[in-house]
């Protein structure tokens, strides 16, 4: 496993980070044997939200957490004030109140990393900045940043930051993979930085040396290796509703056959070359991946070993063919 280090987390983080989804108290068991071969396998960083489960996903992670003994082996990232049917949640209360659910539910006094779910662009700056740094004063969080929001806002929450002497976000979770979200899997306000339309953000990030918690990196299994465009009319009940609105794009299948053939010829599975690539940008991703098991998340942390030529990051890419195009 490879390791990084997040301003405000004096762990280390692991470059892949387990989405914990599927992690749940209604399948005990089978959640704690995941989550024990994470550990296992190095993979100590956790990506988790207060939504997930109706919160049984934070309190199956708490109780695992406490049964094994391992709060300080372990860099929880979660993530609060996602949108409900009534109304955009990004506010002071909000933060407050579902910082103080997570804490319950996790079965500790702190959180490593967390993250605004969504933003709410009508909402200003300052007194999110101000409710985060109040947060972290209490020592309830250690670092914070935002998922789903876009360079321009975090950029503007960081300008703020050092005008008051606070805490600026030192962490980001948007889109990010060989795939391009084509379009949002869950409605609007879903954030990108994958594809050509989204140079200048991946420039920021890159001179910003923000962090990226790279989500759907795999294009939510479109990139699984149990999916070729061969079999799509087979294999395409595999995926959900979001994978298929989001990554199911002619653009994608153009990738998936390339990393099909460059798997083949690398000897390598078409996950593993997937999440080379993502680790071979020059960014500081780190990869969020939806293991279902021991096997799979092995297979995936071996490809984060795997270097990649920039000719064959362009060719997977497709970057040569869009430059002919332009």
Not at 91 to 107: G, V, Y
Not at 122 to 143: D, M
């Amino acid at each position: 496993m490879r390791y990084a280090t997040v301003d405000g987390v004096s762990k280390p983080v692991s470059r892949v980070v387990l989405g914990t989804m599927i992690i749940n108290t209604s399948e005990r068991e089978k959640s704690f044997a995941l989550l024990d071969a994470a550990l296992e396998q190095g993979c100590t960083t956790l990506d988790m939200a207060h939504v997930y489960g109706g919160g049984g996903t934070e309190r199956c992670v708490g109780e695992w957490v406490e049964a094994r003994g391992v709060r300080e082996k372990m860099v929880l990232l979660t993530k609060g004030c996602h949108a409900n049917q009534d109304r955009t949640r990004v506010t002071p209360w909000d933060i407050a109140s579902d910082l103080h659910d997570s804490l319950a539910r996790l079965k500790t006094t702190y959180v490593d990393i967390y993250l605004l779910h969504r933003d709410d662009e009508s909402v200003p700056v300052g007194p999110i900045v101000e409710a985060l740094n109040e947060q972290h004063r209490a020592g309830r969080i250690r670092a914070f940043g935002g998922s789903n929001w876009k360079h321009e806002r975090i950029q503007a929450a960081n300008d703020y930051a050092k005008a008051k002497g606070l805490r600026p976000f030192t962490a980001s979770s948007p889109n990010f993979g060989l795939a391009e979200q084509v379009k949002d899997p869950w409605g609007p306000g879903c954030v990108t930085i994958s594809g050509p339309q989204q140079t200048t953000a991946r420039t920021w990030y890159r001179t910003a040396k923000m962090p990226v918690f790279a989500y759907s990196s795999l294009a939510r299994g479109l990139f699984s290796g149990r999916i070729s465009r061969a079999t799509w009319d087979s294999t395409k009940t595999l995926l959900d509703e979001a994978a298929t609105t989001a990554y199911a794009h002619a653009c994608n299948f153009d990738r998936l056959d390339r990393l099909h053939q460059l798997a083949r010829e690398r000897g390598v599975s078409v996950p593993q070359l997937a999440v080379a690539w993502i680790m071979n940008q020059p960014l500081d991703v780190y990869a969020l991946v939806g293991a279902a098991n021991r096997d799979e998340l092995a297979s995936t942390i071996a490809g984060t070993e795997l270097a990649l030529t920039p000719g064959e990051c362009d060719w997977l890419d497709l970057r040569a063919e869009r430059a002919q195009q332009a």
